[in-house]
């Protein structure tokens, strides 16, 4: 499943393009739009690093443009995202306060920028507050839009997602809210409107949108079982953006899916060198520990605490990737507290899975399946989400539905760790042997 809000295209925030309406309905009473803001950012010429220095050098020539400050803020983000520099943050906030300073009233670029950074940072009530502050403003902005939605969808609040993206998808229809209406899509299960969604989005994007949207078409076909169609997306994305990273992370999970477990290895290995996110981490750690080479795998796993340790002295919220983390490979005492923590602010699917994957493993078995329930309420083709349900329903002794759901989740996605495809064997071949 595609990670949280902020990366689900930073960049495709900032491109302000037209052209891809997924919703039809008029919109007549929709306010005016506000003055056009120039956003500077990635396109097929130009890369991320040189977006940034660009805006540097406009805020040398002109420093009290609030707009140049906002989008930098944005670049920052992004970078944040592609580097796993958490530092970028900081220049990001520094950013934000430089143009609230030189603008501090109806700055709704700054306004949505300061969105972004609380959506990197999983604050999402606060990225939804910000963003609704700068509609208030420009109605049709959007950046604000898409944090709107984002926030939104890992709040967990889904009836009020799609009414967003239908009025954010009015107000500007183009390539980055195709790719939020594809994930609404996703969600709820409904895989072959996703791909249609992002296949007609990509043939009329830039090159990095093309790259950013069959990247995501690739990760969808995957799950269908559809690998050679995904293979074949993956290569028009890396051929359209080089070393794109988000299509490495594709191209190792497809991998995985093909059998080339050795060539998943080095995938990851090439992931993590440059972004050591700890879901990354923990996925090239329970391959190793499926290949048997144990050493290797706990090195990734020590990895994965430092890096944590890490995004929460700077301030990105890591509960969600803590409580999985410590649920499978750590402390279940301290993989309860982190969900916890994070259902007390959000209750998505995502974080309804971890809640009661890390009550299970706490031993509190009765307490975790209404809230496994909560995590398959849409019927999100998660292979993770059926089968933490499946054990725990096993757990409980239901042994039908534990095999059902153990079986739809190893069915789900072909590119799933193995590791975690070996527990759920283990635990479908124990019901199994208990009907002999």
């Given at each position: 499943?595609?990670?949280?809000?902020?990366?689900?295209?930073?960049?495709?925030?900032?491109?302000?393009?037209?052209?891809?309406?997924?919703?039809?309905?008029?919109?007549?009473?929709?306010?005016?739009?506000?003055?056009?803001?120039?956003?500077?950012?990635?396109?097929?010429?130009?890369?991320?690093?040189?977006?940034?220095?660009?805006?540097?050098?406009?805020?040398?020539?002109?420093?009290?443009?609030?707009?140049?400050?906002?989008?930098?803020?944005?670049?920052?983000?992004?970078?944040?995202?592609?580097?796993?520099?958490?530092?970028?943050?900081?220049?990001?906030?520094?950013?934000?306060?430089?143009?609230?300073?030189?603008?501090?009233?109806?700055n709704?670029?700054?306004?949505?920028?300061?969105?972004?950074?609380?959506?990197?940072?999983?604050?999402?009530?606060?990225?939804?507050?910000?963003?609704?502050?700068?509609?208030?403003?420009?109605?049709?902005?959007?950046?604000?839009?898409?944090?709107?939605?984002?926030?939104?969808?890992?709040?967990?609040?889904?009836?009020?997602?799609?009414?967003?993206?239908?009025?954010?998808?009015?107000?500007?229809?183009?390539?980055?809210?195709?790719?939020?209406?594809?994930?609404?899509?996703?969600?709820?299960?409904?895989?072959?409107?996703?791909?249609?969604?992002?296949?007609?989005?990509?043939?009329?994007g830039?090159?990095?949108?093309?790259?950013?949207?069959?990247?995501?078409?690739?990760?969808?076909?995957?799950?269908?079982?559809?690998?050679?169609?995904?293979?074949?997306?993956?290569?028009?994305?890396?051929?359209?953006?080089?070393?794109?990273?988000?299509?490495?992370?594709?191209?190792?999970?497809?991998?995985?899916?093909?059998?080339?477990?050795?060539?998943?290895?080095?995938?990851?290995?090439?992931?993590?060198?440059?972004?050591?996110?700890?879901?990354?981490?923990?996925?090239?750690?329970?391959?190793?520990?499926?290949?048997?080479?144990?050493?290797?795998?706990?090195?990734?796993?020590?990895?994965?605490?430092?890096?944590?340790?890490?995004l929460?002295?700077?301030?990105?919220?890591?509960?969600?990737?803590?409580?999985?983390?410590?649920?499978?490979?750590?402390?279940?005492?301290?993989?309860?507290?982190?969900?916890?923590?994070?259902?007390?602010?959000?209750?998505?699917?995502?974080?309804?899975d971890a809640?009661?994957?890390?009550?299970?493993?706490?031993?509190?078995?009765?307490?975790?399946?209404?809230?496994a329930?909560?995590?398959?309420?849409?019927?999100?083709?998660?292979?993770?989400?059926w089968?933490?349900?499946?054990?725990?329903?096993?757990?409980?002794?239901?042994?039908?539905?534990?095999?059902?759901?153990?079986?739809?989740g190893?069915?789900?996605?072909?590119?799933?760790?193995?590791?975690?495809?070996?527990?759920?064997?283990?635990?479908?071949?124990?019901?199994?042997?208990?009907?002999?």
């Amino acid at each position: 499943m595609r990670r949280t809000a902020t990366v689900l295209g930073i960049g495709l925030v900032l491109a302000v393009s037209g052209g891809i309406g997924v919703a039809t309905t008029s919109d007549d009473a929709e306010p005016r739009p506000a003055a056009a803001v120039t956003r500077v950012v990635p396109d097929s010429g130009q890369d991320l690093a040189a977006t940034i220095t660009s805006l540097q050098d406009t805020l040398r020539r002109v420093p009290d443009d609030h707009v140049s400050w906002a989008n930098l803020a944005l670049a920052y983000v992004e970078q944040a995202r592609v580097t796993g520099l958490a530092s970028y943050y900081e220049k990001a906030d520094e950013a934000v306060a430089r143009s609230f300073e030189v603008e501090p009233d109806e700055n709704f670029t700054a306004l949505a920028a300061r969105g972004a950074i609380e959506s990197a940072r999983h604050d999402f009530a606060a990225a939804l507050a910000s963003a609704e502050e700068a509609l208030e403003v420009n109605p049709r902005d959007l950046a604000a839009l898409a944090v709107q939605v984002d926030a939104l969808t890992e709040l967990g609040r889904y009836d009020e997602q799609l009414q967003a993206l239908e009025v954010a998808d009015r107000r500007q229809p183009g390539t980055a809210i195709a790719a939020r209406y594809s994930y609404a899509f996703e969600l709820r299960g409904d895989l072959d409107r996703a791909g249609d969604v992002l296949r007609d989005a990509a043939d009329s994007g830039s090159r990095a949108d093309k790259a950013h949207l069959l990247t995501l078409r690739a990760d969808v076909l995957r799950r269908q079982g559809r690998l050679d169609e995904a293979e074949g997306d993956l290569d028009t994305a890396q051929a359209a953006v080089p070393g794109h990273l988000p299509a490495m992370v594709s191209r190792a999970r497809l991998l995985t899916a093909q059998g080339d477990l050795e060539g998943a290895v080095e995938a990851w290995e090439d992931v993590v060198a440059q972004q050591p996110l700890p879901e990354y981490l923990t996925e090239l750690g329970e391959l190793l520990e499926h290949l048997g080479r144990s050493d290797e795998a706990d090195a990734q796993y020590a990895v994965v605490r430092t890096t944590i340790e890490l995004l929460d002295a700077s301030g990105v919220g890591t509960d969600l990737e803590t409580a999985l983390f410590e649920a499978d490979h750590g402390s279940p005492e301290r993989a309860l507290s982190q969900a916890r923590a994070e259902w007390a602010r959000r209750t998505s699917v995502h974080v309804a899975d971890a809640h009661a994957w890390a009550l299970h493993r706490a031993g509190r078995h009765a307490d975790a399946l209404p809230i496994a329930r909560q995590a398959t309420r849409l019927g999100t083709p998660e292979a993770r989400f059926w089968i933490h349900r499946g054990t725990i329903e096993a757990a409980l002794g239901m042994t039908d539905a534990a095999r059902t759901h153990l079986r739809r989740g190893l069915a789900t996605d072909p590119g799933l760790s193995p590791w975690q495809v070996d527990e759920a064997r283990a635990t479908l071949a124990t019901l199994q042997d208990g009907e002999r």
